[in-house]
């Protein structure tokens, strides 16, 4: 089964997560340039959504997918605009529009992958089956190597051809992979990132968490 999402950011929950610095004088000035900037980004993105629920492989060593009987693997992109207006700022020594615009499009993605998910949900509850939470390659749920798999999968189920560097980077790198694993019997839960009990305050997805 192949799903693509007509998907919404959430401006607001963008807005507070990527304005998040010590600085009074930058986050006063993040605040200012905010909406000019994510009008920028929102003109320049390219998106690109799939998910793919197939037969678990079982290749993936995590209890809560190993005994889940499909696996959905998901691919979520703004695509290649978004990534040259970003270096094309940087590039041309606009160190902080490169940086801000860099930290509004990661948040972009965040938002854009939770709003995928509740609408995934919504369609493997019609189906009768329960949702794991996210597992990401490159994250503490997942080692990055099973990023290749996924990536595999979704390609051969799907018209889409990925990009990814040697060390395993999508490309554009305003991209990601994730995984959930669907089943009948799956705990019945709402948590999507599962970050509640972390603290790495950096991680993008445990900003997300609230």
Do not use: W
């Amino acid at each position: 089964m192949l799903k693509v999402y007509d998907l919404a950011c959430d401006k607001n929950k963008v807005r507070k997560h990527a304005i998040r610095v010590r600085s009074k004088k930058v986050q006063k000035k993040m605040e200012k340039r905010f909406d000019e900037y994510y009008e920028m980004l929102e003109k320049a993105m390219d998106l690109t959504n799939s998910c793919i629920l197939a037969d678990n492989p079982g290749a993936l060593p995590q209890p809560e997918l190993e005994k889940s009987k499909y696996l959905v693997a998901c691919y979520l992109s703004l695509g290649q605009p978004i990534q040259e207006l970003i270096d094309e700022h940087t590039n041309a020594g606009k160190v902080f529009e490169g940086y801000f615009l860099g930290e509004i499009a990661n948040e972009m993605i965040m938002s854009l992958s939770m709003d995928m998910h509740r609408k995934l949900k919504s369609d493997m509850d019609f189906e009768g089956h329960v949702l794991t939470k996210r597992f990401t390659p490159g994250t503490c749920t997942m080692e990055l190597k099973y990023q290749v798999e996924l990536k595999e999968m979704i390609e051969g189920r799907s018209e889409l051809c990925i990009d990814m560097t040697d060390r395993m980077q999508l490309l554009p790198s305003k991209s990601m992979i994730h995984c959930y694993g669907a089943d009948e019997f799956n705990e019945v839960t709402d948590v999507d990132l599962g970050c509640a009990h972390c603290d790495n305050v950096a991680c993008y997805y445990n900003r997300n968490k609230g």
